[in-house]
């Protein structure tokens, strides 16, 4: 699954590369993996992606910020 924003076209394996090497998880990524969950298109890989990037918040390894 692709995606369109201010950034070239992201896949999501793309953005989970982005947000672990900053450990930041920011505003337009946010927005894009919620696209993604209401599309209701992702795979059972992609939503394990998404999973792993919301413990890794709630266990303060990844940063959000605006």
């Known amino acids: 699954m692709k995606f369109q924003g201010d950034r070239s076209e992201m896949t999501m394996e793309e953005i989970f590369a982005e947000v672990l090497t900053s450990r930041e998880l920011d505003r337009d990524d946010r927005c894009r993996l919620r696209e ?3 599309a209701n298109s992702l795979s059972e890989e992609h939503h394990d992606i998404i999973n792993r ?5 709630k266990r303060r390894k990844l940063k ?3």
Do not use: M, P
């Open 36 to 38: 993604a969950l209401l």
């Open 53 to 57: 990037l919301i413990y890794g918040t």
């Open 64 to 66: 959000l910020r605006d």
